[in-house]
């Protein structure tokens, strides 16, 4: 069997550092290591619409935001298949079909849908003042079972948020299978193996990245912005004088350095630990970490080396998305072309789920027998 991954993001903002950890550097490893023979990455601005039909502008905006970012992180054109969701209308087919097979009390239960709900201030039983669901909001975890299958990914990388979608693609994907005919592929998901990387928390310590609450670092921003965020990073509370024991655990500044830190930057950056008053020399995370726990390590230190950490990926990410900024048409060429590819390749998709279904009348051959079909039943 082939191996494919099917991935993307919603277009409702540029991507940042939770992002990039938790998914965006698995795909470009996963591209670069050539063991996948096709990889798809949709801009999923038809899932954005589903909560943001009043904002199309926002979300048209933003697809060629994510396209840059995605292509200065490493998303390589060549290698991978950049497209639009709304542009494979096939997706949409395949999302009326598989409606048929999910309850209303299934959706009910994800918990990806509940937990966006409350965040929306959606009422959840309509009796409230708040605004209704959206059928097609509710409805997205099928039309993402639909993204998932119409390119038959085996592999889907994502952040665990995405977790219960794939569950719902499993039952999905066996339901169809059990009902039709084995056609459809069972996906599974790849989940980021470093915990810091899971969910990366916001630079307020708050559980996660998220534009709304404005504790993002953004792939896109300049250094020096990067600087003045890091140093308003939340670390440890009690850790009031330098000589002060620290705490690693919940520390952002860790937990970052967790997600980003790589072992030849502890040479390349030594001196982010020479003071005036004090110098350390670290070899090893762990050993920052040691020397943290037993005081004498100042928040400003660790805040100077995650600074350079930082900088040290997303300073090549800035380049390459300054060269893009000057070549727009050449972004928009790479989704447009994209956007065919993945047509055709759902299109084969949802050929096979018509014929599995017996809804493929005009297929070639498929008249014929229809009608002979036909014509005996009513020759009798
Ligand atoms: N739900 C994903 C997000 O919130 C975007 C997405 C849409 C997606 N369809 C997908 C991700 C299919 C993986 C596979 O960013």
């Known amino acids: 069997m082939e191996k494919i991954i099917l991935t993307g993001d919603r277009p409702t903002g540029r991507l940042h550092i939770g992002?990039?950890?938790?998914?965006?550097?698995?795909?470009?490893?996963?591209?670069?290591?050539?063991?996948?023979?096709?990889?798809?990455?949709?801009?999923?601005?038809a899932q954005a619409l589903t909560d943001n039909a009043d904002n199309p502008e926002k979300v048209r905006q933003n697809i060629l935001e994510?396209?840059?970012?995605?292509?200065?992180?490493?998303?390589?054109?060549?290698k991978s298949v950049l497209f639009i969701q709304s542009q494979v209308s096939e997706l949409t087919e395949l999302t009326f079909f598989y409606e048929n097979l999910v309850t209303v009390q299934r959706l009910q239960r994800n918990p990806t849908v509940k937990q966006e709900m409350l965040l929306r201030g959606y009422s959840d039983d309509g009796t409230d003042n708040k605004a209704g669901i959206p059928v097609g909001f509710f409805c997205y975890p099928i039309s993402q079972a639909a993204d998932i299958t119409a390119f038959k990914a085996t592999v889907v990388p994502v952040g665990e948020d995405q977790e219960p979608m794939l569950e719902q693609t499993?039952?999905?994907?066996?339901?169809?299978?059990?009902?039709?005919?084995?056609?459809?592929?069972?996906?599974?998901?790849?989940?980021?193996?470093?915990?810091?990387?899971?969910?990366?928390?916001?630079?307020?310590?708050?559980?996660?990245?998220?534009?709304?609450?404005?504790?993002?670092?953004?792939?896109?921003?300049?250094?020096?912005?990067?600087?003045?965020?890091?140093?308003?990073?939340?670390?440890?509370?009690?850790?009031?004088q330098v000589s002060d024991p620290g705490h690693v655990e919940g520390n952002t500044v860790f937990t970052y350095l967790d997600a980003f830190c790589k072992p030849e930057h502890f040479e390349k950056f030594r001196d982010c630990f020479v003071g005036k008053k004090v110098s350390f020399t670290f070899n090893s995370l762990d050993e920052v970490k040691d020397q943290y726990r037993k005081g004498g390590l100042g928040d400003m230190m660790i805040k100077k080396f995650l600074n350079e950490v930082l900088n040290d990926t997303l300073e090549p990410i800035r380049q390459r998305r300054h060269q893009l900024e000057q070549n727009i048409p050449y972004v928009y060429e790479v989704l447009r072309k994209g956007s065919e590819v993945a047509r055709a390749a759902a299109a084969e998709t949802l050929a096979d789920v018509k014929r599995a279904m017996k809804i493929n009348y005009f297929d070639p051959g498929v008249l014929d027998q229809l009608i002979a079909e036909?014509?005996?039943?009513y020759a009798k």
């Not at 470009?28 to 990455?41: M, P, R």
């Not at 005919?181 to 810091?196: C, F, K, R, S, Y």
């Not at 036909?374 to 039943?377: L, N, R, T």
């Open 170 to 240: 499993r039952e999905i994907v066996r339901k169809f299978n059990a009902t039709y005919g084995e056609t459809l592929v069972e996906p599974a998901i790849m989940l980021p193996d470093n915990a810091a990387c899971l969910r990366l928390p916001g630079t307020d310590g708050k559980a996660k990245m998220s534009k709304s609450l404005g504790n993002c670092i953004y792939l896109s921003d300049p250094a020096d912005v990067v600087w003045d965020k890091v140093k308003g990073m939340y670390t440890d509370p009690q850790h009031l």
């Open 66 to 78: 994510v396209a840059m970012d995605y292509i200065s992180a490493g998303l390589d054109p060549e």
């Open 374 to 377: 036909q014509s005996e039943k």
């Open 19 to 45: 992002h990039y950890v938790g998914s965006l550097r698995r795909r470009v490893e996963l591209q670069n290591s050539g063991q996948f023979d096709k990889i798809f990455i949709m801009i999923a601005d």
